[in-house]
């Protein structure tokens, strides 16, 4: 079966804010689901690449290179901003990082530790600050919280179901 590419995805807004528990529980669950991968594959085929594609080790590293990112957007939503700080679309973090030469629990426990914070910070807004949007640079499309915690729950299932691709 074939992945859409990241960037040619495209995201509907979310007019009800009600859903947003749900969102931040699937995002509260990204490391769990990646533990259970990288618990049950052995260490040599963690940092195995397929010709351009990253390895396990790779994507688990870039899930927690985006992550300031996310929190960033989060805080410039917060703050009035009226156009979300922009991305790296090269992932040069993710590309110099070398992320192989990490163990596996070492960069899980990373991306788990940052992804905490990102959780921690949605169950503290009010109301209020759900209502707020900015533009997103890259979709020029005007998103809200809920938009964004979709956008990164979406972003973490389009890695997690290229990791389980490496295996078929």
Known sequence: MKRTE???????VIEDNGILPGIIERLSGTPARLEEIIRTTSPELLIIKTGEKWSINEETGHLADMEPLWLGRLEDLINGATELRVADLTNQKT?????NATPAPVLLQQFREQRQ????????????????????????????????????????????????????
């Open 117 to 168: 914070q990102l959780v921690i910070r949605l169950w503290s807004l009010n109301d209020e600050q759900l209502t707020k949007s900015a533009l997103h640079p890259r979709l020029k499309t005007p998103m809200r919280i809920i938009d964004l915690a979709y956008f990164v729950a979406e972003h973490d299932d389009h890695h997690l179901a290229g990791i389980r691709q490496l295996f078929r």
């Open 95 to 99: 590309h110099t990082a070398n992320h």
């Open 6 to 12: 990241w960037f040619s995805r495209i995201f509907p």
